[in-house]
C-alpha cells in the first residue's frame, strides 16, 4: 500500500469506497469501529445522517508515527520539522 499516493486521491472517492468497506464491516459483525488514521469526520457524518450503512465510527485523527516511519512523507535530505 502507498499511503502517500491513497492521500492524493480525490476525497469523493475516497468516501465511496469507504462506504463499501463499512458496509462490509456492519455485515461481518462489527458494529463499532476505531479508525486510526485515515477516515474523517465527513464520513462520520455521513454515517451519521444515515448516507450508507456502516459501524459506529470512531476517529483518532492524523495517523500516528514515528520521524521517518511510515507517515513521515519528507524526503531524505528535506530539513522540514516533523509535523506530527
Keep these: 500500500m502507498d499511503l ?8 469523493a472517492l475516497v468516501a465511496h469506497r469507504a462506504a463499501r468497506i463499512m458496509g462490509g464491516m456492519l ?5 463499532t469501529v476505531r479508525d486510526v488514521g485515515g477516515a ?13 450503512e456502516g459501524p459506529r465510527l470512531f476517529l483518532c485523527s492524523k495517523a500516528l508515527s514515528q520521524t ?3 507517515c513521515d512523507f519528507r524526503g531524505r535530505y528535506d530539513t522540514r520539522k516533523a509535523s506530527f
Design 4 to 11: 502517500g499516493r491513497n492521500a492524493m486521491l480525490p476525497d
Design 27 to 31: 455485515r461481518r459483525g462489527f458494529t
Design 40 to 52: 474523517t469526520e465527513g464520513l462520520r457524518l455521513a454515517l451519521a445522517e444515515g448516507l450508507f
Design 68 to 70: 521517518g516511519g511510515h
